[in-house]
């Protein structure tokens, strides 16, 4: 299948920086690209879509200041969680989707965010 | 609104074949997929359906019934590596993929 990569895979920052999380489709094409979370046990929430040249659109109770998407290129897509708090830690995962094979939306490999 | 319910646990037994249900109810349809997580570890692709029947992909099929909402993934000869939370997700009318909560098997030897 298609790789998506996404960087750091962990981060460790203080309250109230912010951290930037890449992902990158690298064998293929993506015009649209997708931010999801996830706690422990639990499964994933879509945070946002992130469409290529144009804003993201967030989901209900996702706030857009705090989590800036930019999809600059057609295999790059980034996340910024700006001034996190412990409540920000989390598991961010990206995906990407392949509109040339079948609609296939394929994961990064996650980033683990520790907030102190 | 959106709905995706599968079993959250399950268990079996090493090279025997289980099958994880997944029911929904979802603002359109535009396919099914089932993925499976490693703890710590980001999803990885399974099985896609868009139309009715079985799609058998190697010791794992999935089966999908629109009219009903239904979906199940069947896997054969299990092993203890098959432990690992499986996800089912729908791609709405609007094209995001809404998961389920995962189901978490366990195989036993």
């Known amino acids: 299948g298609a790789v998506v990569s996404q960087h750091p895979s962990r981060v460790i920052c203080k309250s109230g920086t912010s951290v930037k999380i890449e992902c990158r489709s690298l064998?293929?094409?993506?015009?649209?690209m997708f931010w999801y979370r996830q706690f422990p046990k639990k499964s994933l929430m879509l945070m946002a879509t992130?469409?290529?040249?144009?804003?993201?659109?967030?989901e209900q109770g996702v706030e857009k200041d705090k989590f800036l998407i930019n999809h600059a290129s057609l295999t790059l897509s980034t996340l910024t969680v700006t001034s996190a708090h412990p409540e920000d830690s989390s598991f961010y995962i990206c995906?990407?989707?392949?509109?040339?094979?079948?609609?296939?939306?394929?994961f990064g490999p996650g980033t683990r965010l520790t907030v102190t | 609104g959106q709905n995706i319910d599968q079993p959250t646990e399950m268990t079996a037994t090493e090279g025997a074949i289980v099958q994880i249900n997944c029911t929904y109810q979802?603002?359109?349809?535009?396919?099914l997929f089932w993925y499976q997580q490693h703890a710590g570890e980001a999803p990885t692709f399974l099985s896609y359906?868009?139309?009715?029947g079985l799609e058998e992909k190697g010791r794992f099929s999935s089966f999908l019934s629109r009219s009903k909402g239904y979906s199940y993934l069947l896997l054969k000869e299990l092993q203890m590596k098959d432990s690992a939370s499986y996800l089912c997700?729908?791609?709405?009318?609007?094209?995001?993929?809404?998961f389920g909560q995962g189901t978490e098997l366990s195989v036993k030897p």
């Open positions: 359906n868009v139309l009715d």
């Open positions: 997700a729908v791609r709405d009318k609007g094209g995001k993929l809404i």
């Open positions: 979802t603002s359109g349809f535009n396919g």
């Open positions: 992130s469409n290529e040249g144009s804003k993201a659109t967030y």
């Open positions: 995906s990407a989707r392949d509109q040339g094979a079948r609609n296939e939306q394929y």
């Open positions: 064998d293929f094409q993506a015009t649209t």
